[in-house]
């Protein structure tokens, strides 16, 4: 612990069935979810390439349940998006709409961060603290739990997605340092206007 992203997504990926939709947000881990995380059928897998809105895809996840309530739902978000709209919990809950939330924690606008590390060799003001989410979210009355492991990471999220009766929140650590390897096996792309 923490996870790499490689780990987190083979878990997810191995744990969410083929018509299963997983909704992601943006930040470091939509770079991460677009490259690796495979899709089966069609509209499982929704990004916001347009403007890549922070924080959509927790009402997002509300909306897509009640459009395919035979759906497994995954919001998959950043611990900075999730600030941004968790009040949406309370309405999920309200309502009774069943969704599970898995929230990539790194204490940063990752993204950002990462950005910054490539174009200027040092990132500033982009870290933060968080409340103690477990407490945080069952405040809500939805469930919470903190990943221990990538074993522990799929069997409650298959366990989530298979009791699909209550909103669900998995705390998961994730260890970015693998973000400049992707970029060096990538290679630096640029786009001069």
């Not at 968080?130 to 522990?152: C, K």
């Amino acid at each position: 612990m923490p996870l790499t992203p490689q780990q987190i997504i083979s878990a997810t990926r191995e744990s969410v069935d083929d018509k299963g939709i997983v909704l992601v947000d943006t930040g470091a881990l939509k770079m991460w979810m677009a490259r690796l995380y495979p899709t089966y059928a069609p509209n499982t897998c929704l990004i916001d390439n347009g403007l890549s809105t922070m924080s959509w895809s927790l009402p997002g996840a509300i909306g897509a349940k009640l459009a395919k309530p035979d759906h497994h739902i995954l919001s998959v978000m950043g611990d900075g998006s999730f600030m941004m709209n968790s009040q949406e919990l309370e309405t999920a809950v309200r309502y009774h709409i069943p969704i599970t939330i898995l929230l990539w924690v790194d204490k940063s606008y990752g993204l950002i961060k990462w950005k910054m590390d490539m174009e200027m060799g040092h990132h500033s003001e982009v870290d933060f603290d968080n409340p103690d989410f477990v407490e945080y979210v069952e405040s809500f009355g939805a469930n919470a739990h903190i990943v221990s492991s990538r074993n522990d990471l799929k069997n409650k999220l298959q366990n989530y997605l298979k009791n699909d009766n209550q909103v669900n929140v998995l705390i998961c650590p994730v260890d970015y340092r693998e973000n400049m390897k992707l970029i060096n096996k990538l290679g630096k792309v640029t786009v001069s206007l």
